[in-house]
């Protein structure tokens, strides 16, 4: 069986109980790093063989791990924080399983997109995921002018070195329109910024905050 685990996105008691229970049974976890995830494993005294699944090692670590498998063995899937197949190469073994009708389930548990989606105050009824946006300026800027033009919340992710970058798009795009960018979910210093893209924009000039950011239009 290869159970997809959720794991939290910051606040280590946001782990379910199912969850902890799946990764005391299973004979291997596949992490997207293994020292990120021993720290949840340690703090839970789980201690279970754990090996690396990344973006660099995914086609020939999924064959590994689909070999693991057949031989039938239990794997859990776990991501660095939330639900794995949401941007991380967990999407590649899950696809190679079912390939190769391999039993699975998802046990379900903390998305940072979700997280920020309620906290936004945006109408949640439907929702767009956008991902990262582009990386350069040309190609975040035509994204965000495709954005623009759905009817419903945009949900997106930033980093902290690009955030400066995107929310100065933002701004020659939308506005005034009102944005929620938030950041450091459910941990001790989580912050949502409800304001104008400007706003914010001024707000990290001055603060200079790090870590990853979810952004809700």
């Known amino acids: 069986m290869l159970y997809i685990v959720a794991t939290p996105i910051g606040n280590l008691k946001d782990i379910t109980l199912r969850a902890m229970e799946v990764l005391r049974s299973v ?48 794997i859990a899937l776990v991501s660095d924080a939330g639900t794995p197949g949401i941007l991380d190469p967990g999407y590649n073994l899950i696809n190679l399983a079912i390939r190769n009708n391999i039993a699975m389930t998802f046990i379900p548990g903390p998305s940072a997109l979700i997280n920020a989606l309620v906290l936004s105050g945006k109408p949640a009824h439907e929702f767009y995921f956008a991902g990262f946006l582009p990386p350069k300026r040309k190609a975040r800027q035509n994204k965000l002018q495709e ?9 997106c992710y930033e980093s ?9 798009d933002m701004e020659e795009i939308f506005g005034a329109k009102e944005i929620a960018v938030a950041r450091e979910l459910t941990k001790k210093f989580e912050e949502v910024t409800r304001a104008s893209p400007r706003v914010i924009l001024e ?7 790090r870590g990853e950011f979810v952004i809700a239009i």
């Open 160 to 168: 902290s070195h690009r955030i400066l970058a995107s929310l100065e």
């Open 27 to 74: 004979d291997l976890i596949a992490c997207e790093d293994t020292r990120h995830t021993k720290i949840l494993l340690n703090h839970y005294a789980i201690h279970k063989p754990t090996t690396s699944f990344y973006q660099h090692n995914r086609f020939t670590k999924a064959e590994y791990l689909l070999g693991f498998l057949k031989e039938g063995k239990d």
């Open 203 to 209: 707000k990290i000039r001055v603060a200079r905050p």
């Open 147 to 155: 954005l623009f033009r759905l009817k419903c919340t945009v949900i």
